[in-house]
Every structure is written in C-alpha cells, then in structure tokens.
C-alpha cells in the first residue's frame, strides 16, 4: 500500500540526495501494510516528484529517535527538538530504494481525486 506524503522542497532534495534516510512525523500512519510513499514536494515546488520504498517505523522519545537516526537524519539537533516540543512520541521512517520521477506532476496530475495537498499524509 502506499501513502501521498507532503514534505518541504528542502528536506525533498536531501531524500533525493540520499542524504536524509528518515522522515520525522508526529503522527504516523496506523496501516502496517504501507511500504511506499510518494513525495508530493510543498510549494513553491507543489509537485508530485518521487517514490520511496518504506523499510521501517521508529517511535520513541526525540532522544531515543535523535540517536537512532542522526547519521541520515537530514535535520539538525535543535530542529528536530523543536518538531517534537511537546510530544511524549516521535516517529521516523526509515527510507529505503528512491525512485524520482522522470516528469514531475502536480497533485491533479498524479490523481484526478487528489482535491489539496494532505497536511500529513493520505492513503493512496
């Protein structure tokens, strides 16, 4: 199953780059089934622009999180921190195999049903 993912252009490029190898959220989707995701880069980009193989969800406190993932983290300390301030729980998937499209696409263009970017995420 996959999952619609929105993330900020800057963090998109270090995924594509092979440089961030987890994406951090506060909620996580609940579907153990799911085992890619597709990037839908956040404006100014605003387009669909790759696939990524899900190996992994981590949860923990930030600290348990920050020293599981820092090496590919793609995120400073302080940052991530401040993501989390105020929740008991973190999450990171861990990313596997990326898949960049060819011609990136905007939402309508990925899937007609698609109305707005998610503000997390959406099952596809």
């Known amino acids: 199953m996959r999952i619609l993912l929105s993330i900020k252009p800057e ?3 270090k995924i594509l780059a092979g440089t961030k ?3 951090y959220r506060r ?3 609940k579907n153990k089934d799911v085992d890619s995701m597709v990037i839908y880069a956040t404006l100014p980009e605003g ?3 790759a696939e990524v193989e899900v ?3 981590l949860s923990g406190s930030k600290t348990q999180i920050w020293q599981r993932t820092k090496e590919y983290s793609g995120i400073s300390r302080r940052d ?3 993501y989390f301030e105020g929740k008991k729980e973190a999450h990171a998937i861990q990313l596997g195999k990326v898949t960049p499209y060819i011609e990136p696409k905007t939402l309508k263009g990925f899937d007609s049903r698609i109305k707005s970017a998610p ?3 959406i099952y596809l």
């Open 47 to 49: 387009l669909v622009v």
């Open 55 to 57: 190996l992994d969800v």
């Open 27 to 29: 909620t996580v989707f």
């Open 80 to 82: 991530l921190f401040t």
């Open 119 to 121: 503000q997390s995420f």
């Open 21 to 23: 190898k987890f994406e």
């Open 11 to 13: 963090y998109v490029y």
